[in-house]
């Protein structure tokens, strides 16, 4: 499914109008009826007392066909306009006719406070204030007309998007309503999904309002959903084998830091990969070896880190290699910082760079494109910072355009991982995620995705699909980890659970 911008969204609505004929007034229509459609599984239209506050734009236009939709499922209807009414739309004007036609009393308030008698009384609040045009900092009665909405204790269902929230970054501009549910019409925005947008949404859901498919096919941002990912897992037929299923190399560990390796190696076991080895340093393999009787443990050279004279032994082993994995706990030394440098440089498949792995490339001014083998990168906020230069604000504030961006000029595959986890592709789309919680926020979270993703790549998929499909996997066995402890499980516990995610993807499809 697409994931629109402002600008996106509204050239959707233009394509749909200008090229498919679809009047802005059906779009209206399909729009405030399916708000009222969609929220009847979550609540009882019957008797409820509804207000409906609307704005003078578009977003008000849809409250006034909900008021309709909303009388017509059994609620008692009142509409709050606030604004100057001359600057409602032909559409909005014509559906606020209809509506008093019916005998839905609508309100004309100039402030907030005249608002305040029907609000506190309302069962249900449809929040069709403002939508994706909202131009600037909520300013005046309609920033103390959201702060009441949000004082009430009635059920808040916003339209299209909750009101005050900037629509591509997720921020609320002054103020922003919390809704309990919001309608998503035509498109699912940016601001739907990123923090703290996606704390206001409230429960997402989604109406289509009659845009057809084919006007967004090219839309360079997708949501990444269980259909999306289904079709990409390889199929384990009766016959395959280990071999089949590739062979992971991990460069990792170092003194101090074996449990990283062994994460990693773990993440990749219960995700699948064919054969998986840890090569690791010499005072570093001993306190691995055998605590995974399936990952073969080698070292290369002594001593407590990986140095710049090991990288040419290392490369002979990596040929055994489908994919190696590069990074998990090998530490900041200014001599590994060298061997990453000669292993990036050589390496000719597929690698996933992590953690200090990422720490040295940025140290090493790595150039990316002239590598030679297929990237993956996943560095989590501070180490993305490291690598671009960017602050993690400048960052969290344009998460998506940061990760394309970087992905497109480096030509290579982003993992941006956070809340949501953006993957950026090397043509410049990218890909959103839509599993994962806040429990998935500890230590050795992301070790593991550098196994289940390596995992992915050695077992045949390309550097794209493996980076979808294992932040997709990582993220349902967090999720199905929260089911039985919310917070406080281990990563162990999420490593456990991947078989389980994958065959959950895999049975829905059948
Ligand atoms: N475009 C279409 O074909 C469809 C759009 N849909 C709905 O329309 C809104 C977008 O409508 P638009 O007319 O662009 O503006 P809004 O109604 O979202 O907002 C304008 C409204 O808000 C007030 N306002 C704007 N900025 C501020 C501010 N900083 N402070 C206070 N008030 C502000 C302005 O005065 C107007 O009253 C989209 O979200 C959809 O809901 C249909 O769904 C489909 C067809
Ligand atoms: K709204």
Redesign the pocket.
């Known amino acids: 499914m697409i994931l629109t911008s402002t600008a996106e969204s509204?050239l959707l609505?233009k394509i749909?109008?200008t090229e498919y004929g679809l009047p802005?007034a059906v779009?209206?229509e399909n729009?405030g009826r399916a708000v009222v459609s969609r929220m009847r599984e979550f609540t009882d239209w019957e008797g409820a007392f509804t207000v409906i506050v609307c704005?003078?734009?578009?977003?008000?236009?849809?409250g006034f066909v909900s008021a309709r939709y909303a009388r017509g499922a059994g609620a008692r209807v009142l509409v709050i306009l606030m604004?100057d009414p001359s600057?409602m739309?032909e559409s909005a004007k014509m559906y606020r006719k209809t509506a008093e036609k019916m005998g839905i009393p609508v309100i004309e308030v100039m402030e907030a406070e005249e608002a305040v008698p029907y609000l506190y009384d309302a069962d249900i609040i449809i929040d069709?204030?403002?939508?994706?045009?909202?131009?600037?900092?909520?300013?005046?009665e309609?920033?103390a007309l959201i702060d009441i909405i949000n004082d009430t204790d009635a059920l808040v269902v916003s339209?299209?998007?909750p009101s005050g929230l900037v629509t591509d970054t997720g921020r609320p501009?002054g103020t922003a309503v919390n809704a309990d549910f919001t309608v998503a019409?035509?498109s699912v925005k940016r601001g739907h999904v990123l923090y703290p947008g996606s704390e206001h949404t409230g429960r997402l859901l989604f109406s289509p309002?009659g845009i057809p498919e084919e006007a967004s096919e090219d839309f360079p941002v997708r949501l990444l959903f269980r259909e999306d990912i289904a079709p990409l897992l390889p199929v384990r037929n009766q016959i395959s084998h280990k071999g089949k299923n590739g062979f992971l190399g991990i460069f990792a560990g170092s003194s101090g830091m074996e449990g990283a390796a062994l994460l990693a190696g773990q993440g990749a076991l219960y995700a699948g990969a064919g054969k998986t080895a840890i090569i690791t340093t010499g005072d570093a393999a001993p306190i691995m070896a055998g605590k995974f009787p399936e990952i073969m443990v080698s070292s290369i050279g002594n001593g407590p880190h990986f140095t710049e004279d090991m990288a040419e032994a290392a490369l002979e082993k990596a040929k055994a290699y489908d994919v190696i994995a590069i990074g998990p706990g090998i530490g900041r030394d200014e001599e590994t910082v060298k061997f990453v440098k000669k292993m990036v440089e050589n390496f000719e498949k597929t690698i996933i760079l992590d953690a200090d792995g990422l720490y040295a490339a940025a140290e090493a001014k790595i150039d990316f494109k002239s590598c030679p083998g297929r990237l993956i990168l996943t560095p989590h906020v501070g180490e993305f910072a490291r690598l671009t230069g960017l602050s993690a604000s400048e960052i969290e504030e344009k998460r998506i355009d940061a990760a394309s961006d970087f992905s497109k000029k480096n030509r290579l595959v982003l993992v941006l991982k956070g809340a949501p986890t953006v993957i950026g592709l090397p043509d410049g789309r990218s890909y959103v995620n839509t599993t994962g919680n806040p429990g998935m926020a500890t230590g050795g979270m992301g070790d593991t995705l550098t196994g289940v993703i390596g995992a992915m790549a050695a077992q045949g998929m390309s550097p794209s699909s493996s980076a979808a499909v294992g932040v997709y996997l990582h993220g349902l066995a967090g999720d199905l980890a929260a089911e039985t402890t919310p917070v406080g499980y281990r990563v162990t516990d999420l490593a456990r659970l991947l078989p389980k995610a994958r065959a959950q993807i895999t049975e829905m499809d059948e």
């Not at 704005?55 to 849809?62: A, C, L, M, R």
């Not at 069709?128 to 005046?140: R, W």
Request: a neutral charge; proline letters at 0%; zero cysteines.
């Open positions: 509204r609505d749909a109008m802005e779009l209206m729009a704005g003078t734009g578009n977003n008000g236009g849809d604004g600057h739309g069709s204030l403002i939508g994706t045009g909202l131009a600037s900092k909520v300013k005046g309609k920033a339209t299209d998007i501009a019409l035509g309002i």
